[in-house]
């Protein structure tokens, strides 16, 4: 019947269920392009020094706790991103001297067991110093509040400006490693390690540098998410086991497959989120088995 | 390959075995507890060590099955009676069987790095699975409330609410589970999957579906690990999903690596250790305020012994590599008369592009039977990446292969090797911690490659008589308990050929088995396989000019993927084309 | 007496158990070109390797221009001016021939003019064809040349090149033995592994022949070409 207005409850229910789902859609992606920063690192070290680092996800519980520290000390999360990346990059650096290096002539047994116990420090390191209750860290004040997208919906601006921030991140990484030397360091020694030793780079070094970068990434990511969630103890855990989906999706050392595959996963994780409540997380395994089953080395990756 | 403990090591067993029988004697109720809880994490550490150290699949899920397991007896224990242990313990652990084989058929698909990873995930799929769910009472965990009995006849046999009755329950079906992992391991089964762990790649060519093979493994290990969660769920009566979540898998890891991997002993040690010095971390007095953080110390103690003791307890009781002398003399050469025939070879319009780079161009070819053909051409001429179309480690981009009539093309390897087709690496490609005698074993084996052999049974004479005959022919018996890794350049290239004569094969394939060897070698090596074209068909691709213008019927000439030339020796020579294409000088000053 | 360039003295070197390198004794002098001879497996890429420091020998001492480079990382090593080419060539796949070239390129003593990208691009004309080309996209003797290239960019006192021309055509190998005449020629001193006798009497100063890990013979182009039952028993030609 053409000219017969639709009552305004339906109206307004079909709008709060588009709402629901653009707004998962969003947070979605939004959690997919932070997950990518962290399993880019993960990605990097693993296909270029060969390592399987567990510890991954403690480098993002220590971006998140440093977000705590020195936002109360700054009152600025960028500040805070300032200060704490060069923090977490010695962080890693030391991390790799003192016991990371140890492992490369190693099978994954060990590198497993070894940074399994790493983690165990970690955490314990955490709860020494800033305890088992959970904690927030305010979003900076010129970035609270929401805006209007499509002028359908509220999106809150720091998710937006978050969002952002990775793309910028991740633009800046692919820049260094298809134009500068020390990416061109990065790509060949994803491919011949060896050689690059042998032509006079000393492999040692970049490799301190690649995993100084690679778990700088993570943290870099816990420090911008912090507001957004809360900060306690076992945040890095979800990480690290999402980090791993992710790079088995998009395959081993492919920072385009990091991409993709984490965005596949905050899209599924939103699906699942919208849809099937319960089970959310189970989508996201359900997703790995199938990319599995179909490309055994993953989206981008060589075969396994 | 795994081998019965050494003396040291079985006395040290059976004296802690004696201990244990003797703990409930002297020590209190809370002894009696942690020993029941230690026998029970033993069980559940070596069924990972038998994925891990026999099987070489590292598996961070593995915790899953002990979960599903003790959740089994939460599952089928009614409210008000105790559910019968006769029904419930093997119910746990076809319930933990069949997940293994389920998700064991998706992550076997994998290997490395992945199915690490993919267990994991499998891992925490199902901890969450219980954990964000109402399921059996979700992230609380749920009680049992009356622990099994095994019961006959309506008649109660052995109550496991008494402690002391379940202990001495736990430490026989302790003793019963290494005791048959251990034969497991002796069996051909058992010593395929060892293979399979050092070098699956030659174990598929051999002929073994090593898919099947793991998969096999990974549901035994998944069902002993539920049988262990059943047990460890019977001493408490109460399960949560914590028991799921890769804390445990990882701390299982632990104690497999710590005890030593792929022994099976040292994992027991390993679990004992491991509890120990828990125990000790969290509840010594003299540990005070360190104790709430005793996983710091843990984690610590991990990662040192990870940096000095790789190995593990059971390296402290190493064996010293040398030279065993075996028990049982070998067979002297009755020869192996083999009224098989070599096999047929046709090939036609095989091709096999990489992104763009055609490495073998639209090859026809036909090879007869009993004959020794010879490829040669320059390196990057395709022959190597020709001969692993052929032997199935690479699929075809378009063509046939008839072998003896029947299309081979895009099989499998293990499949083509099943058919007959045996081939040997350019680069040695053996089983290096085996002896001689054993890589010749896995490929006598290779002739009945069923993963269901757990019985050596009665292809044992066959099997040994192809060992012996393949030793001497080569001239390795003397060698034939020295580990593959020890031998000289020129040893290892006859092992490969040795183990290709054992499995029996029809039609031998050989990349360069002549690398590094003098004059004297050269000839026999040539004799050897003239007289192997008796009853097979041999392929032989080689850079020596002299041993190959010498020894073979006909000779293939590839060039740039091309097969530029075929025909008798004479004639190869004498063709201009080939002369100016590879042969050059060589061929000029042969004239 | 001038000083060697390199000398390596009683190397033993051993992969597990498996003694490769027994007692080996090896010298280059200045501008010398040395053919390293003898069938596969007889350890010839394993003395490279020692040299260069991928393998390193259990006893025995290896010194570069005077400098102790025994134990040293290949980096280091390379870095003192010895510059491996292996067998594969090492080229990297997904860097492109301009890339792979510059890659490690550094200056040299100053003893010589330096090699620059230029002159490389002018000695093998077929790499400034292809330069944007990747490193996979290349043939045989194209990466066979890219990686002397690219070698020769680091400005090494000394070259290993493990197989100069193994599995290449007759008209690629004459061009490589034509351009390593050119290179021989600037005064750089070179250790040459390659299967052409041929061809390796004629370019190389003094030969070397190993077998089983020892070296047999050790001598001028003359004394080697008159020593027909070495050759044969050797060298299998």
Known sequence: ?304 | MLSLPRPLVAVLLIVLFVGMLLVPFFGGSYAIKFATRVFVLAIFVVSLDFLIGITGLVSFGHAMFFGLGAYSLYFISPETMAANALFAFPAALLIAGAVAAIIGAICVLTRGFYFIMVTLAFGQMLFSLFHTSRIAGGSDGAYINIKPAISMFGRTLLDFENRFTFYYFCLAALAAVYLLALALTRTPFGRVLQAIRWNEERAGALGFNTYAYKLLSFTFAGAIAGFAGVLFATIDGYVAPDLFGWRQSGIAIMMVVLGGAGTLFGPILGALLYSLIEEVLKTASWVGPIASHWSLALGLLLIGAVLTFPKGIAGLFGRKEGLKVSADQPHITRKVEDARRGQQLEVSGLTRRFDGLVAVDNVSLNLAPNLVHGIIGPNGAGKTTFVNVLSGSMKPTAGNIRLDGENIAGKPAYVIARRGIGRSYQRTNIFLPFTVRENCLIAALARHPSPWRLRSGIFVKQESDAIAHALNVTGLSTRADIRAAHLSHGEQRQLEIAMLIASGARLLILDEPLGGMGPEETGRVMALLRSLAANHTVLLIEHDMDAIFGAADTLTVLVEGRLLAHGKPEEIRRDLAVREAYLGRWGESAS | ?237
């Open chain 1, 1 to 304: 019947m053409a000219g017969t207005p639709v009552p305004a409850i339906i109206v307004s229910e079909q709008s709060a269920v588009m709402d629901l789902v653009l707004t998962q859609i969003f947070n979605g992606l939004q959690y997919g392009l932070l997950l990518f920063l962290a399993a880019s690192g993960l990605t990097l070290v693993l296909g270029i020094m060969g390592i399987i680092n567990l510890s991954h996800g403690s480098f993002y519980m220590l971006g998140a706790y440093l977000s705590l520290t020195l936002t109360s000390l700054t009152n600025d999360i960028f500040l805070s991103l300032a200060l704490g990346i060069p923090i977490a990059f010695l962080f890693g650096a030391a991390i790799e001297w003192l016991f990371i290096r140890h492992l490369y002539q190693r099978d994954h047994l060990q590198q497993v067991l070894l940074t399994f116990g790493l983690i165990l420090v970690f955490n314990e390191l955490q709860r020494i110093i800033w305890g088992t209750f959970p904690h927030s860290v305010p979003i900076p004040s010129y970035l609270s509040g929401s805006v209007k997208i499509f002028g359908l919906m509220s999106y809150p601006i720091y998710r937006i400006a978050v969002a952002g921030l990775c793309i910028v991140l991740a633009l800046a990484m692919m820049f260094v490693i298809q134009r500068t030397k020390i990416g061109r360091m990065i790509r060949a020694g994803e491919s011949n390690r060896e050689m690059v030793e042998v032509l006079g780079i000393d492999t040692q070094l970049l490799f301190r540098f690649v995993f100084a970068a690679g778990v700088t990434l993570a943290a870099a990511g816990g420090i911008i998410a912090a507001p957004i969630d809360s900060v306690y103890p076992g945040i890095g855990e979800s990480v690290l086991i999402t980090s791993l989906v992710v790079v088995v999706i998009g395959g081993i050392g492919s920072v385009r497959g990091a991409f993709v595959g984490a965005l596949l996963i905050g899209l599924a994780d939103a699906f699942g989120k919208v849809f099937f409540p319960q089970f959310a997380t189970g989508m996201v395994y359900a997703l790995m088995a199938a990319v599995l089953v179909a490309r055994p080395g993953g989206l981008f990756g060589r075969a396994a």
């Open chain 3, 1 to 237: 007496m001038t000083a060697p360039i390199l000398l390596a003295e009683k190397i033993n070197t051993y992969y597990g158990q498996s003694h490769i390198l027994r007692g080996v004794n090896f010298r280059v002098m200045p501008h010398e070109t040395v053919s390293l001879l003898g069938r596969n497996g007889m350890g010839k890429t394993t003395l490279l390797k020692s040299l260069i420091g991928l393998v390193h020998p259990r006893s025995g001492s290896v010194e570069l221009n005077g400098m102790d480079i025994t134990g040293l990382r290949p980096s280091l090593v390379a870095k003192a001016g010895l510059a491996f080419i292996p067998e594969d060539r090492g080229i990297f796949p997904n860097l492109t021939v301009a890339e792979n070239l510059t890659f490690a390129a550094r200056g040299g003593r100053g003893t010589r003019p330096d090699w620059t990208l230029e002159r490389i691009y002018s000695l093998f004309p077929q790499l400034a064809e292809r330069r944007s080309h990747w490193g996979n996209q290349l043939s045989g003797g194209e990466q066979k040349m890219l990686s002397i290239g690219r070698a020769l960019m680091t400005n090494p006192d000394i070259i290993l090149l493990d197989e100069a021309t193994e599995g290449l055509a007759p008209k690629v190998r004459d061009r490589i033995w034509a351009v390593l005449r050119q290179i021989t020629s600037t005064g750089i001193s070179s250790i040459i592994v390659d299967k052409n006798l041929g061809d390796l009497l004629a370019l190389a100063h003094r030969h070397v022949v190993m077998a089983k890990g020892e070296i047999v013979f050790v001598g001028s182009t003359e004394a080697l070409k008159s020593d027909e039952a070495l050759i044969y028993r050797h060298l299998g030609v």
